[in-house]
């Protein structure tokens, strides 16, 4: 199989963090914390540590602020739920995955909350800024953005927007599932409120794990409730992080998988990483472009900029179609449809039809592409 579904989640993982989990279930399976016995101390130590280099990856101040969840969709309900009040109100992006609109849907449904969409433009970020400045009123309390499409790789200005919420006493919460691993995060500089990411897409981390990464003083409802270990007299959920958002057995082969993966990633550069599969898609834009009934969905301009991911549809054709061709063809695996990114597809013109979208990772080699483009042309 040539796997080009990265975006979804990456595949092969690197063997180190094979081996991670594999020791984890050996060696660490055991409650950190919950025991005075040595190997519950040990669990507990290796815990932190992952914390520890959670926070460095990422510019954190402090590695109790790392909180472990079980996926990125797992930590924006944390921030969605924990942070809104009855009466608020959102602003979140064009391009949103389903993980931050259904959530926020479903809390208007109920009258809790309101939101608004904020129109991006790919190749204008001040009229991207102009769109959430508009949509900012009085109850307006949070702002949710992606860092890049998963469906275009379209990357937004977060950076600005993130400065334009705090000017008006907005939270601002980044939505990295799509670019933890392949673009540069720091969040001590770049002053996000919380950021979310998926350890199993560019982290290179198992499934079943994921991070919610705090960055101011502020402390936020839980989504879940129970044991931690401390101050397990008091009925109430402990008033300090990670204790606070962390109830129940940690998922330890998870979390130790997660941070191999972290380590793998910056032995090979986020910078290097990047280069490479934006070389590869650069590659398979210019190799397509030219195709009949074949229309590509990139910002040329912007793509030195953009996640490396290319989004395309053939005229005539649904997207799962072609999807499923290229995998009888030549056992090439890509996503069609609308990749959980409704919003993002209406905002583009592509919701009746969808996509087929290539997703490249550090494993991806030109030859990958080759076939790839091969079996496109034997399509129709």
């Not at 064009?94 to 939101?115: C, D, F, M, W």
């Not at 409730?225 to 129940?248: I, K």
């Not at 969905?297 to 953009?306: E, T």
Request: charged share 20%; with cysteine.
């Amino acid at each position: 199989m040539i796997y080009l579904d990265n975006s979804a989640t990456t595949y092969p993982k690197p063997q180190q963090v094979i081996r991670a989990v594999d020791n984890a279930l050996r060696e660490y399976g055991f409650n950190p914390g919950r025991g005075g016995y040595r190997e519950s101390l040990k669990t507990a130590q290796k815990v932190y540590a992952a914390r520890e280099t959670v926070k460095t990856f990422f510019g954190m101040s402090n590695a109790e602020s790392v909180i472990f969840t079980c996926g990125c969709t797992h930590a924006l309900n944390i921030v969605m739920k924990g942070v809104l009040k009855r009466g608020d109100h959102v602003i979140i992006s064009s391009l949103e995955h389903n993980a931050v609109v259904r959530p926020l849907h479903q809390l208007s449904e109920k009258g809790k909350i309101t939101y608004s969409i904020a129109k991006v433009v790919p190749d204008d970020d001040e009229m991207t800024l102009q769109h959430f400045r508009e949509a900012i009123n009085s109850r307006t309390r949070l702002m949710i953005c992606t860092h890049a499409s998963n469906v275009f790789g379209y990357r937004l200005p977060v950076e600005r927007i993130c400065a334009l919420a705090h000017s008006y006493h907005i939270l601002f919460c980044l939505d990295a599932a799509q670019t933890a691993g392949v673009l540069p995060i720091h969040l001590t500089h770049d002053g996000y409120d919380f950021v979310c990411c998926a350890g199993h897409k560019y982290l290179y981390g198992p499934m079943g794990i994921g991070l919610l990464l705090i960055g101011n003083d502020n402390l936020i409802d839980p989504l879940i409730d129970g044991g931690t270990g401390s101050v397990s007299s008091d009925l109430a959920m402990p008033s300090f992080y990670p204790d606070r958002m962390e109830a129940g057995t940690l998922n330890i082969p998870g979390i130790l998988g997660l941070e191999a993966g972290l380590r793998f990633v910056q032995r090979q550069g986020i910078g290097q990483i990047y280069e490479k599969e934006s070389r590869l898609i650069n590659v398979l834009e210019d190799r397509l472009k030219d195709y009949q009934h074949l229309k590509l969905y990139r910002n040329s301009n912007l793509a030195h900029q953009d996640a490396p991911v290319l989004s395309f549809a053939v005229e005539g054709s649904d997207s799962e179609s072609v999807a499923g061709f290229l995998y009888k063809e030549s056992a090439v695996a890509v996503r069609g449809g609308l990749h959980c990114a409704p919003i993002a597809h209406k905002s583009v013109g592509t919701l009746s039809s969808g996509t087929v979208r290539i997703a490249p990772s550090v494993f991806t080699t030109q030859m990958d592409i080759n076939i790839l483009v091969n079996s496109l042309r034997k399509f129709r």
